[in-house]
Each structure stands twice: as structure tokens, then as C-alpha cells.
């Protein structure tokens, strides 16, 4: 027979059971449902995010686009740098290209993209018609993804570029730019592996089978939830699927499941309940008395603690102001453990003097208004000794007794002495640290200052100058730089002393400061060398070239005026290069280059004085440079002839031997005299290496001269001071078929100074010794004295055809030359007029006893060719 109570249980067990079912498959459906949506929303998001990536990435390169629409003619150096900051803004972006005309012109990054410039997008069947319909639609064409040939997969964004000219809307070209698929699809939320839901991107009019754009084809058949990103001139579509799948537990299932047992608990445990209160009640007794023996382990471990920190216990009665002090209180406050019981006046008698007005206000404050007490006071022991107390301690009533506060003291005179040595520590550290400050500070203005001047020097100026170039770029200020040098400042140097000339660049420190303005940055960059940097916020009354102007011509007439020192009357100037970057150059980087050339100039043109860089100034040096260029390509190409004047007797008039003179065979030009490219080839350094070109043509020529017949002396060629001072030369010369007396040595007389450099001398006696003769070229102009050509003892003088034209109108400059020609003779060496322009000069110059004469008269500079047929032919005779 079953019992009442039993079927109760059996029909509650089976309702419970219906329960489990039905809230199973509700919880079940509740959750595929918040899946779906949840799977949406993070899929809407990704979508978002590209078409927000993609866009912004397109409209950084639109930027470049109206760049070059505004400006069709951009440089390639302008063209890299734009296109390094979109880089810069987006590193998605990871090649950018224009090609005006529809031919690749330009293209960012260039390492690695060189093969690309020059291509005809109309000659590439695989772009030409995205770029026409670019062209033609006037829109923005992207494509892809498409494989990349430096690697990985990205979209091309093709944008067409059209220029207004009057009013004309032309097209220009196409810009394409190509974003990095890859890095793409990762700062749209597809790169961390730890993405809720499975992706799978299709461009969404892809044909069956067209390669993914992300993920995996499977994803395409789990009833994916899509989302349409949309792009410009296309869109893609985005297959999510949860990770894991749909068929996942609810989470909630379980919280469902102990809900329902927990409610069938309280149906159920009622009834077994009772039962249970009995062994509760047991096992409380059990635990109360666990509790009391953990309570006495407590208390005597309280104990131990508080003799073992030497902490002093008290206890106060407020109002009847009884006191009990532990031992360890006693002993803190020097007295004895007595057991007595004390009052709040057995504390304060005890408080140092200064001490006891705080102390006793902030114990009155702790039992009166906040109940809790925290104090620190000094103690004054009978014997005169000082202890730091600690006290703490809280306001407690129990239930039917008085107020009461309890507390603990303890001594922390080891913790305040310590505290103040750390203090006395901290104040010494301060004070070093100050100092080490101030010694920095020292350095770092002796570093960035002249010694002498008190002016910032060259390390602060560059400083300064990187500071501006910032300020310019951001369009924030212009500048404008005056490079000073003192002009005639060696001659007092060398003269009156280095103090001297120590005073002469402290007058000019001083009158750069007194004439700049405020804002102006005054520096010494070097010897005598100054710099005025003039920096004014853009659109000032200041900006631009007049003040400079005006402060250059301030600044001279100020130098200008004579200095007196130690009795003497110094005289100085100033030449100033001025250079700004406010007109149609400018350049913040090069303002200091600029100046350097523009003062070269002004010292070139007479000092005291200053010159403005400007474009023609730019346009010589880019000129000077070409030339510079195409002459080592001429070096290099052999383009440098030889060609021969030759030199006659002047009494028989018989070729004694010819001149050898350098003639640059430009390839468009035509031949070209030394003066066209002998200065520039001095400055380059490369006058030695045509010296060096002309000899060897003038020793092939002498023996092809000597196989035809064509008998000549000897052949003479021009050196450099570079050359001779070359100490190499004598060993390179031994290496040549040079023939003893058949080749000399044309020198310029300034080389020739009384004090001879040692290399040249010692070059010079050793080109003796291979058999090469020594000639001084354009005698007469120079430096030599009577005391260096006895020393060098020349085989010829050249007298230098500005002494030899005038002859034939002045009688004095007949008798230079005549005295000229005497000295020669005296020291026994050759003399050659050259200069001969007419017959009545050699006629002069043979009665003045001239050995030897070259000139026009008789012939001009020639070929080796035309040497040979003007030889054969002998007309100069007939002009005789």
C-alpha cells in the first residue's frame, strides 16, 4: 500500500520533470535567437569598419589628387615627400603612383619601383580598362583584391585627375594607390585570433567560384548571417557564423536547471527539515566551545605580542579620570610597577612643557567630539631624559557602563632621531643636487657659447636653425640670416697680436648686439665669422629683405669707423652675405648655405660690402656646377685636346719648339678655350689631372711628329702649383718616354715666391734630373724676385704679353721689357716674348735682344694635324 506522502513525492517528481522539459527548449530558442543577433551586430561592426578604413585611406591619396590638380607641374622630390606623409597617416597605404598622360611619372616609395616609371597604362591590357572607365566616368575606380607583385593581396584605388586651365576642365592623368589587404582586413577586426564569430568576405557580384576575399568557403554553407559592406564602386558581403557553430549550449541552461532544482528544494526539503534541526543544535554547542578555547589562544598571544613589542596598554574612565596603565606604561613614563591605580594627572605631569598644550587639546578633542584619539608628544623623564611617545587609542561604552577610552603608547624616539637624519640627509642632497644644476647649467651655456664674445656659437646656431626649419614648415615664421666676416682682421692680427684682434671681434659682438633687434639671434660661428639670424613670425612688419638690408648697411657703416687700441687706430670692415626664405627660393635648410655664397660674393667684389643670394646667384652656381659636371664627363671621355702654338728664333725665325695649350672639345659647344673652363676646373680640383692629359697628348704628338719627319725642339706644357706639390708626380713622370731637353715645364711666377714651399722645390730640382727643362711663365706679373730665379735657375723667361703690346707706342715699357730681357741674359737663361701680335713687335723685341718669340704674328694655337701641314708650308716667313 503506498503511503499518502509517497505519492506526493512521485506526483511533485513528475511535475518537476515537465518543468525541465518545457524550460529547456524555451531557454534553447532564447539563445539561438540572441546568437543570431549578437553574430549580426559584430558582423554590421566589421563591415563598418572597413568601409570607414577603406574611405579614409582613399581620402588621405584625394588630398594628393587635388595637390596635383592645383599643381600639374609637382616635382618628384614634392611628389615622394606628400606621398611619404599619407604613408605616414595611413600604413595601409603601401604604393603610390600618378602617371599624367596615362604613363607612370611617379612613384612612392621608388626602391624597388624603378621599373615602373615610363609604363603606358594603355599598353597594359590587364589595367587599361580600369583606367579608362576612371578617365571616362570621372570616378574613383577600386579593384581588387588583386595579387600584388611585391607580395600579398591588396585593392587598387584608381582616381582620375583633372586640371582647370582657363576655365577648361582638362584631364590629366591617373593617381593609384594600392592599400595592403592584409593590414586592412586586421584594423578592420580580422587579425586577432580571438574573434568571437567565423567570417567569410565574397565581393558581392563575384561570379561562382571567384577567389574569397577572407575566410573560408565553408562558412557560406552554415546558414551564415550576411552583411553587406559597401565600398566605393563596389561592395562585398560578410558570412558570420558563431565560433563553435549555432548548435551551442546556452549558457543560461544551466542557471534555468538551478532554478527549477533550487524550487524543488524548497518543496522538498521542508519535509526532511525537521529532521535536521536537532544535529544543528548539537553542532552548535560543539562550535561554541571551539570558540572559547580560540579566544583564550587569542588572549595569550595578544599577551605575548604586546610584551614582546614593548607596547604600553592604558585604559581611561572619562569622567572620574581614573587611569590603568599597564607595566610597560609604568615603565615608559618612569614609574614604578606598582599595580597602583593612577589618574589623567600622573600622565600630564610626565608631557614635556612645550609639548603639553597640544597634546592635552588633542585628547580633550578625541573624548569629547571624534572618539578616536592619535597623538604624538615628548615625555620628560625625572632624570632629565627625552622619549618620543606614540599614542593611539578609541572612545567605547558597553551597555550600562561609563564612557571609557582605551588606547596603547609606544616609544618612537629611535624613529623621530632617524627621521631627522633623513631630513638633515635630504636638505644636503638638495643642496648638492642645486649645485650639480647650477654646474649643468654652467656647461651648457659654455657649450653653446663663444668664450670670448659671450655670443651663442656654431653648435647653438645649428640649434636655433633646426628649431626654425620646424616653425617654417608649419608656416609659423620666416627668417632671414646674415653671414658676417671681418674684413682686413688677419692684418691686425698678424700686426698688433692676437689680443688685439681678440678686441676687434669683441667691438663686433658688440655692435651686432646693439644693432639687432629683439628676436634677433646674434652667434660667432668661427674665427671672424658672424651670424645674425632674423626670425619673424609670418605676415610681420619685419619680414622680409629690407630690415636685413637696412641692418647690413647699419652694420658696415658701425665697422667702418675706426677703433682705437693700445695708441694704434684700427681700421676693419665687413663683408655680409644675406640670404632669407620668404621669396620664390626658399629654402629653411639652406639659409646658412645661402649666405656663405652670397658673402663669396661680396668679398669677390671688392669687401665691405654686402650681397643678397637671389636666383641668379642660384642659377650661376647651378650653372657653375653643370659645367663642373660636363668637365669631368670630359675627363673622363677624353674630350680635353692639346693644341700647339708654336715659337720662333727671332733671328732666323725657325720653329725652336711649341706651346702645348688644353682646348675642351664640347660636344655641343664646340672647342673651347681654357677660359671657359679653367676656373671652374681649379675649384673642382681637377686642373693637375688636364695638366696630366695635355703632357701625354704632347709626347704622342712629339714622336708621331719625329716618325713624319716634322722636327720639333720641344714641346711646353703647363703646371699647376696643385700638381707640383703632388708627391706622386716625380714618379708618375718617370713612368713616361720622356726624352731629355724635348719637354719642359711652364710656371706661373707666383709659384715662385722667395719662400718656396719645400715639395715644390723638391719636385722642381727632381724634374731637373729626368731632363725636363723649367720655364717661368708670364714673367713680369707676379711675385719672383731676382733671389728665386737664382735659386730655381730656369732654362727660359716668359715675358708675359701685357708687358709686350704696349711696346710698340711707350718707350718706358720698351725699357721694362729691356731690362727684363738683360736680367735674363745676366743669369744666363733664355728669354720669350709672348704677346707678338704684329711684325713691328718682332721687330722691336729682336733689336731689344729677345731670344725667342710667340705670337698671333705669326701663328695661332693649332692641331697636331695643322701643325704639321702650317710646317711644311713656311707662310710665316713670307709675313716676315
Not at 582605551?406 to 623621530?416: C, E, K, L, R, Y
Not at 707706342?809 to 737663361?829: E, N, P, Y
Request: with cysteine.
Amino acid at each position: 500500500m503506498v503511503r499518502p506522502t509517497s505519492a506526493s513525492v512521485a506526483i511533485m517528481l513528475g511535475l518537476i520533470l515537465v518543468a525541465f522539459v518545457l524550460v529547456e527548449y524555451r531557454t534553447r530558442a532564447q539563445h539561438l535567437e540572441n546568437l543570431r543577433a549578437e553574430v549580426y551586430a559584430r558582423a554590421t561592426h566589421i563591415g563598418t569598419r572597413l568601409e570607414g578604413n577603406v574611405n579614409g585611406d582613399l581620402q588621405l591619396v584625394r588630398g594628393l589628387v587635388a595637390a596635383l590638380a592645383a599643381d600639374p607641374s609637382m616635382s618628384r622630390e614634392r611628389f615622394s615627400a606628400f606621398a611619404e606623409s599619407l604613408m605616414q597617416a595611413s600604413e595601409r597605404l603601401t604604393h603610390i603612383a600618378a602617371a599624367p598622360g596615362l604613363v607612370i611619372a611617379y612613384v612612392h616609395p621608388m626602391a624597388g619601383n624603378e621599373p615602373a616609371i615610363g609604363i603606358d597604362y594603355l599598353a597594359q591590357p590587364a589595367q587599361r580598362d580600369a583606367v579608362l572607365t576612371a578617365r571616362d566616368t570621372g570616378r574613383l575606380i577600386l579593384a581588387g583584391p588583386v595579387d600584388l607583385v611585391q607580395g600579398g593581396k591588396g585593392l587598387i584605388g584608381r582616381f582620375p585627375v583633372f586640371t582647370d586651365v582657363d576655365g577648361d576642365r582638362r584631364f590629366w592623368g591617373i593617381v593609384s594607390a594600392v592599400i595592403d589587404l592584409e593590414a586592412l582586413l586586421v584594423a578592420s577586426g580580422l587579425g586577432g585570433q580571438d574573434l568571437p564569430i567565423e567570417v567569410a568576405i565574397v565581393p558581392r557580384d563575384a561570379p561562382a567560384g571567384a577567389a574569397m576575399v577572407f575566410g573560408s568557403p565553408e562558412r557560406l554553407a552554415q546558414d551564415p548571417v550576411i552583411v553587406e559592406a559597401a565600398l566605393p564602386a563596389t561592395s562585398w558581403r560578410i558570412h558570420a557564423v558563431p565560433r563553435g557553430g549555432w548548435s551551442q549550449t546556452p549558457p543560461s541552461i544551466w542557471q534555468a536547471r538551478g532554478l527549477l532544482l533550487i524550487a524543488s528544494l524548497l518543496i522538498l526539503v521542508p519535509i526532511v527539515a525537521t529532521g535536521r534541526l536537532f544535529e544543528e543544535r548539537q553542532r552548535h554547542i560543539v562550535e561554541l566551545s571551539r570558540r572559547e578555547k580560540q579566544l583564550s589562544r587569542l588572549s595569550r598571544r595578544l599577551r605575548l605580542a604586546l610584551d614582546t613589542s614593548r607596547v604600553g596598554v592604558w585604559e581611561m574612565e572619562i569622567e572620574s579620570k581614573d587611569l590603568f596603565w599597564d607595566d610597560r606604561m609604568n615603565e615608559l613614563y618612569g614609574y614604578p610597577a606598582d599595580g597602583r591605580l593612577r589618574d589623567y594627572t600622573f600622565w600630564s605631569r610626565r608631557i614635556h612643557p612645550e609639548d603639553l598644550p597640544r597634546a592635552t587639546m588633542e585628547f580633550r578633542v578625541a573624548m569629547e567630539e571624534t572618539g578616536r584619539y592619535h597623538s604624538e608628544y615628548r615625555v620628560l623623564l625625572p632624570e632629565g631624559t627625552i622619549r618620543h611617545i606614540r599614542a593611539i587609542g578609541t572612545v567605547y561604552r558597553d551597555f550600562g557602563e561609563p564612557a571609557r577610552i582605551v588606547g596603547v603608547n609606544w616609544d618612537v624616539s629611535a624613529d623621530i632621531a632617524l627621521n631627522e637624519d633623513l631630513k638633515r640627509t635630504k636638505t644636503l642632497t638638495e643642496a648638492r643636487n642645486h649645485e650639480l644644476e647650477s654646474a649643468k647649467e654652467r656647461i651648457e651655456f659654455i657649450a653653446l657659447h663663444d668664450s670670448l664674445t659671450g655670443l651663442p656659437n656654431r653648435r647653438y646656431l645649428d640649434q636655433v636653425l633646426a628649431e626654425h626649419v620646424v616653425r617654417f614648415e608649419m608656416g609659423a615664421e620666416t627668417a632671414g640670416l646674415l653671414h658676417i666676416d671681418l674684413d682686413r682682421f688677419k692684418q691686425i692680427n698678424d700686426t698688433l697680436g692676437h689680443a688685439a684682434g681678440d678686441a676687434m671681434l669683441s667691438h663686433t659682438a658688440r655692435i651686432l648686439r646693439e644693432t639687432a633687434r629683439p628676436g634677433d639671434f646674434v652667434a660667432r660661428v668661427g674665427g671672424d665669422e658672424f651670424v645674425v639670424l632674423c626670425r619673424r613670425p609670418l605676415g610681420s612688419e619685419e619680414e622680409g629683405t629690407p630690415y636685413l638690408i637696412e641692418f647690413a648697411d647699419r652694420v658696415i657703416e658701425l665697422m667702418h669707423q675706426p677703433v682705437q687700441y693700445d695708441g694704434h687706430e684700427c681700421r676693419i670692415g665687413v663683408s655680409i652675405g644675406i640670404a632669407s626664405n620668404t621669396d620664390a627660393i626658399a629654402d629653411p635648410k639652406q639659409l646658412l648655405v645661402h649666405a656663405d655664397i652670397a658673402l663669396y660674393r661680396a668679398k669677390n667684389r671688392g669687401r665691405n660690402r654686402y650681397h643678397i643670394f637671389n636666383e641668379a646667384l642660384r642659377l650661376e652656381i647651378v650653372s657653375n656646377k653643370t659645367t663642373a659636371d660636363h668637365i669631368l664627363t670630359g675627363i673622363e671621355k677624353g674630350q680635353f685636346l692639346a693644341h700647339y702654338q708654336p715659337q720662333f728664333d727671332a733671328e732666323t725665325l725657325e720653329i725652336v719648339g711649341v706651346e702645348a695649350l688644353a682646348r675642351w672639345n664640347h660636344p655641343t659647344k664646340g672647342l673651347l678655350p681654357p677660359n671657359a673652363f679653367m676656373k671652374i676646373s681649379e675649384e673642382i680640383n681637377v686642373v693637375d689631372q688636364i695638366d696630366r692629359i695635355i703632357l701625354e697628348q704632347g709626347l704622342a704628338d712629339l714622336a708621331r711628329w719625329d716618325r713624319q719627319g716634322l722636327h720639333v725642339p720641344k714641346v711646353s706644357v703647363n703646371v699647376s702649383a696643385r700638381r707640383l706639390n703632388d708627391d706622386e708626380l716625380v714618379e708618375s713622370l718617370r713612368r713616361l718616354p720622356i726624352e731629355e731637353g724635348r719637354i719642359s715645364f711652364e710656371l706661373v711666377e707666383s709659384i715662385f715666391f722667395d719662400e718656396q714651399d719645400e715639395t715644390i722645390a723638391w719636385n722642381v730640382d727632381l724634374i731637373k734630373e729626368l731632363g725636363i727643362d723649367i720655364e717661368i711663365d708670364d714673367f713680369g706679373t707676379g711675385y719672383a724676385s731676382i733671389v728665386s730665379l737664382m735659386k730655381l735657375k730656369p732654362s727660359q723667361l716668359k715675358i708675359d704679353r701685357q708687358l709686350v703690346l704696349p711696346i710698340v707706342q711707350s718707350i718706358a715699357q720698351r725699357h721694362l721689357v729691356q731690362s727684363i730681357i738683360d736680367i735674363g741674359k745676366s743669369l744666363g737663361i733664355k728669354v720669350l716674348a709672348e704677346g707678338v701680335e704684329t711684325m713691328e713687335h718682332a721687330r722691336i723685341l729682336k733689336t731689344l735682344g729677345c731670344d725667342c718669340l710667340q705670337g698671333y704674328a705669326f701663328a695661332r694655337p693649332m692641331s697636331a694635324e695643322e701643325l704639321i701641314l702650317f710646317s711644311r708650308d713656311r707662310r710665316w716667313r713670307e709675313a716676315s
